[in-house]
């Protein structure tokens, strides 16, 4: 479970980590990544520089249930990574249909190589 410092909620939120300034993304089979750091010229209205995390799984993916358990699964892996995080950095996963077939280990695979890449990026 992601702690509430940790959840990436509003809809606004959402959008700039979507299509904002400074947006990145990388997708496997799996999953679609979007990441943005915040950099000193933005201001973060919180007060807070927490990582956070948000999950899009549509209906492509499947039935409620088929939903929910990808959500969990998903949920469980980002918690394990989000002490990696960069402080600031606000990161939507979003489950492509296939997501509904995996496991938590391919999941977590998945969501690891992604962020890698996107994360090595900003060092490079």
């Keep these: 479970m992601l702690p509430a410092r940790h959840r990436l909620t509003d809809r606004a939120d959402f959008a700039a980590t979507i299509r904002g300034r400074g947006a990145k993304r990388h997708g496997s089979r799996l999953l679609v990544v979007h990441a943005r750091v915040a950099d000193s010229t933005q201001t973060d209205a919180r007060g807070d520089d927490s990582p956070r995390v948000g999950l899009v799984v549509s209906k492509a993916v499947g039935n409620a249930v088929t939903r929910t358990r990808v959500k969990r699964r998903l949920r469980a892996q980002a918690a394990e990574l989000i002490g990696g995080l960069p402080a600031g ?28 890449h996107l994360l090595d990026g900003d060092r490079a």
């Excluded at 950095?89 to 962020?115: F, K, M």
Aim: net charge negative; with cysteine; aromatic share 0%.
């Design 89 to 116: 950095a606000d990161v939507v996963i979003r489950a492509n249909p296939a997501a509904a077939a995996a496991d938590s280990h391919e999941l977590g695979d998945a969501l690891r190589h992604c962020l890698r």
